[in-house]
């Protein structure tokens, strides 16, 4: 059974950062797209980030500069560290996972998604 687990989300002031860490589980993912999308209160589920399998990246306009993606294949584990957080990026973060190697920024080119993690962020 094939598991995403996201962690270290939380409360942060406008201006700090957090780590998001997803633990994957039940299947390695060394050669496969992994990316993060999140999704606010009555909003879509939005691209946030996401890393090929050669650990090149592709990110949302909107967190350009302020995001970074990262992959720890030996651990099986995507990172997100996020700096300079504003209130606008206060959603809950989900990590995902795609069968190619390749980025997507569609959601529905995900296959597996992990339950997700809060963040907010306060102003």
């Known amino acids: 059974q094939v598991q995403l687990v996201e962690s270290g989300g939380g409360l942060v002031q406008a201006g700090g950062s957090l780590r998001l860490s997803c633990a994957a589980s039940?299947?390695?993912?060394?050669?496969?797209?992994m990316a993060w999308f999140r999704q606010a209160p009555g909003k879509e589920r939005e691209f946030v980030a996401a890393?090929?399998?050669?650990?090149?990246?592709h990110y949302a306009e909107f967190v350009k500069g302020r995001f970074t993606i990262s992959r720890d294949k030996a651990k099986n584990t995507v990172y997100l560290q996020m700096n300079s957080l504003k209130p606008e990026d206060t959603a809950i973060y989900y990590c995902?996972?795609?069968?190619?190697?390749?980025?997507?920024?569609?959601?529905?080119?995900?296959?597996?998604w992990g339950q997700g993690t809060q963040v907010t962020v306060s102003s």
């Open positions: 995902a996972g795609r069968y190619a190697g390749w980025i997507s920024d569609v959601k529905n080119d995900y296959v597996y």
């Open positions: 039940g299947r390695t993912f060394s050669n496969n797209a």
């Open positions: 890393i090929n399998w050669s650990s090149g990246t």
